[in-house]
């Protein structure tokens, strides 16, 4: 069977049988290569929400490394902003 061409400046055919436009002897391997590299980073940030677990390109013996950063970053964002409700009250005082 034949296919039907839709751009031959980019290589796109149609498949008339099953009905999906494809290339014509270019190979989307590379970008498929990345994309599955990509994928690994996305899976990465959404499993570090969790706090479990370790970056993907970190050293190995770190898994409680995201908690504990999470934690004193809380700690921090936590005083400063205390620190700026206590400011305000005190110059509302006054």
């Known amino acids: 069977m034949g296919y039907v061409q839709v751009l031959p400046e980019f290589g796109l055919v ?29 899976d990465d940030l ?16 770190r898994e409680k490394s995201l908690a504990i950063a999470g934690s004193v970053t809380a700690l921090w964002y936590g005083i400063a902003v205390g620190l700026l409700i206590a400011g305000i009250i005190a110059l509302a005082l006054m």
């Open 46 to 61: 959404v499993g570090m929400l969790s706090g479990e677990g370790s970056f993907v390109a970190s050293f190995p013996g």
């Open 14 to 42: 149609v498949d008339p049988m099953v009905g999906v436009v494809t290339t014509a002897g270019v190979s989307y391997q590379p970008v498929i290569d990345k994309v599955e590299a990509l994928e690994k980073y996305t």
